[in-house]
């Protein structure tokens, strides 16, 4: 279905859980999270429903987020039946790995197409501090293990931070010499009270495609991209078995080709990432309401879905988006 500004809107962003097992310091404000209860987060039955409804208009993508996906009981015989959704063309699943090791095969089995995988630092300690206490081996392993499973392409998506990671970018591009990940480098939003906890790291993709390009050539990544690379701008370097990307979400944003809506872990529909205008969902499936209604719901979020987002990287965060991350879902 196309918006008011001839934008096909076929993607879907689905976030099942707030919660998560990491505490990264860009998503999760320094105080906490108030958690959302229990029985205020769709169920997997809800979710599946909209997200049928939602292929009658034009979603064929759906990406699977959080909070960290993998920590909800249940994911993969719920990942089984999205994927069997008629209409479905695309499933993918964004976590921070931790637990991947334990799911790598069940998601493959369950016909998960494609895994973005958050890892802001290459180093133990400083992946301990940026997560508030995670484990770098295991974010690895989790790694290690789907790709083993086979799976591509695997994209690892590197917040950058000024003074926290910004010495890593050139081990970050060196992964992808050896092997086939897709590392895209993400710029700082500044969301929610996190944004003010962050203010002075923001980092453009410009300066860190400085960065590699004083030690390696990049070429850009020619031709007919697949629809999955969204609004990354991809290159390599000469010879790698990899690629690197840029997500400029800040300093050139890529509104004009948002195709995404996003359906929150307590059931309401988000039609910019940056915008706190929400239509619930949750209330009308919780009285009862038939196909139509959540049609027409559907509907009104695509009409409204902004232009373009106005946030700066440093700038007016606090007025113009109250929620986390990590209640989004990224
Ligand atoms: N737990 C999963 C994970 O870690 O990937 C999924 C949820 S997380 C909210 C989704 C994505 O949002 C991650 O790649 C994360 O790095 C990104 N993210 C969170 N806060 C951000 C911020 N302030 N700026 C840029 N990216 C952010």
């Known amino acids: 279905m196309y918006d008011n500004y001839q934008r096909d809107i076929n993607y879907l962003r689905v976030s099942i859980t707030d919660r998560c097992n990491l ?13 959302i209860g229990h029985d205020d987060i ?25 909070g960290e996906p993998l920590v909800r009981r249940g994911v993969i015989t719920f990942m089984t039946a999205l994927k069997v959704i008629p209409g479905i063309e695309d499933l993918s699943l964004t976590t921070n790995g931790i637990l991947l090791e334990r799911y790598a095969a069940d998601l493959r089995a369950a016909g998960v197409c494609r895994l973005n995988i958050s890892l802001d630092s290459l180093n133990r300690e400083k992946y301990y501090y940026i997560t508030r206490g995670g484990s770098l081996a295991n974010a690895l392993r989790g790694i290690d293990a789907v ?5 591509a392409p695997i994209k690892i998506n590197v917040v950058a931070m000024k003074g926290f990671n910004d010495d890593e970018i050139l081990d970050f591009a060196h992964l992808t010499l050896s092997r086939p990940f897709q590392v895209r480098f993400i710029e700082l939003m500044p969301v929610g009270h996190t944004g003010r906890d962050n203010l002075g790291k923001y980092l453009a993709c410009e300066e860190i495609m400085g960065t590699i390009e004083r030690n390696y050539p990049l070429l850009p990544v020619n031709g007919a991209r697949d629809r999955t690379d969204g609004p990354a701008r991809i290159y390599r370097i000469d010879g790698g078995a990899g690629e690197i990307g840029f997500i400029t979400a800040m300093s ?11 359906l929150t872990a307590e059931g309401h529909l988000r039609s910019c990432l940056f915008s706190d205008a929400e239509i619930d969902l949750k209330g009308p499936l919780r009285s009862g309401c038939g196909d139509d209604r959540i049609e027409a719901l559907i509907k009104e979020a695509i009409a409204n879905k902004p232009r373009k987002h106005e946030i700066r990287p440093e700038g007016n965060y606090i007025r113009e988006c109250g929620k986390n ?3 989004i879902g990224g």
């Open 252 to 262: 050139s944003h890529f509104c004009h080709q948002c195709n995404r809506l996003r």
């Open 325 to 327: 991350m990590s209640a």
């Open 42 to 66: 769709l169920r997997y039955e809800e979710i599946l429903r909209i997200v049928r409804i939602a292929v009658g208009l034009g979603i064929a993508k759906v990406r699977v987020t959080g």
């Open 147 to 151: 790709f083993e499973q086979g799976f």
């Open 23 to 35: 505490r990264c310091r860009y998503c999760v404000p320094k105080e906490g999270l108030s958690l």
